[in-house]
């Protein structure tokens, strides 16, 4: 009898409590802020006549949306201050670039940005400090990036002449010339090493993981038939004992373009075994080592002199049997391999056998 008093207790302080907090509406949460426009990631270096410049764009769903990226640049003595102010960078230096928003592609993560460096107005005492600045859709625009500043050097070597290339059927040998001087005129050009990038498909990559000290590089991953672009820079040294993750490139070489052609046919089929049987001749022997041979032809002759071929196609067995010939006379064979170009090898040694009956 006492619990139902108690129940109905609990029932009702419940039923309070619920009421009570359906009934109040609690205080609007503020907007989720959106991520500010800012770089702080700029990248100099410099390559041949040209400075790259190369900077991450954010470009998820709270970042503000980007109208344009302005491009500045200061040249001056590399005696100056480096410290210096946004506003005063800003009163000195040059706007030279401004990509809008549709010329950065939707998924890049890095922007890249070539400018052309003129000799005649810069020195090795001469630097070059850049910025950038996002503009959002408002045109308000967000705070200077981090400064950029590097020294051109005007004793970087041209780039490498006379690009050749030597096809084999296992690899491609790439050669050029190094070159003879620097880009202020000076010589000996300045070469601690080489740099060789290969275009398929438009994409250019370097094909090699460390300066090259040899003016030849052997390639070995290819496919005859493809289309292939090589481009060769020299790499200089800024100073004497600098690292290798401080040279500087060349210019980029004179392309060299090749379609690799499949000219060279397989080697002669060897330690053929002949036998005669039941009114047959058959033949057999080790399939060839090159991976690209599809078949094989056979050649018969009654003399060894006048000699015809009784394959009317590539046979793909390592195996023949001759059903076309007399009980009692001797036939002599020669086999060849053929690759998928159409190359066909030199003909085997000449192997005989006299046909016997059952």
């Known amino acids: 009898m006492t619990r139902r008093p108690v129940l109905s207790l609990l029932m009702f302080a419940f039923c309070l409590l619920l009421l009570s907090a359906c009934g109040k509406v609690g205080d609007p949460l503020p907007p989720i802020p959106k991520a500010p426009l800012i770089v702080n990631e700029l990248a100099a270096t410099q390559q041949g006549t040209s400075i790259l410049l190369s900077f991450p764009v954010a470009k998820e769903t709270r970042t503000e949306k980007l109208k344009r990226v302005d491009i500045y640049r200061l040249i001056e003595p590399d005696t100056a201050p480096q410290g210096i102010t946004a506003d005063d960078y800003l009163t000195r230096a040059a706007l030279i670039a401004s990509l809008e928003e549709k010329q950065i592609p939707a998924r890049a993560s890095v922007v890249n940005y070539v400018d052309p460096i003129d000799f005649k107005m810069a020195n090795d005492h001469t630097r070059y400090r850049y910025a950038v600045r996002l503009v959002n859709l408002e045109d308000r625009p967000a705070d200077l990036s981090n400064y950029a500043s590097l020294t051109p050097l005007s004793t970087v070597a041209e780039p490498p002449l006379g690009l050749k290339a030597n096809v084999t059927q296992t690899e491609v040998e790439i050669t050029w010339q190094p070159p003879a001087a620097n880009l202020n005129g000076s010589s000996p050009a300045n070469v601690a090493g080489y740099n060789l990038y290969r275009r398929v498909d438009k994409q250019l990559l ?153």
């Open 206 to 358: 370097k094909v090699n993981a460390a300066p090259l000290k040899e003016t030849r590089y052997v390639e070995k991953q290819f496919q005859f038939g493809t289309n292939y672009e090589y481009i060769a820079r020299a790499l200089s040294l800024p100073r004497p004992g600098a690292p290798v993750s401080e040279m500087i490139e060349s210019n980029e070489s004179l392309p060299l373009t090749i379609i690799p052609k499949d000219t060279f046919p397989p080697t002669a089929p060897t330690s053929i075994t002949i036998a005669s049987r039941g009114g047959l001749i058959s033949l057999f022997w080790p399939a060839n080592p090159e991976p690209d041979v599809i078949g094989y032809h056979l050649y018969r002759s009654e003399d060894e002199k006048t000699w015809t071929k009784i394959t009317p196609r590539p046979i793909t067995t390592i195996t023949f049997s001759d059903r076309q010939v007399q009980i009692g006379k001797r036939y002599f064979y020669q086999i060849t391999a053929v690759d998928n170009a159409g190359n066909e090898s030199p003909r085997s040694e000449a192997h005989s056998e006299i046909a016997e009956p059952n």
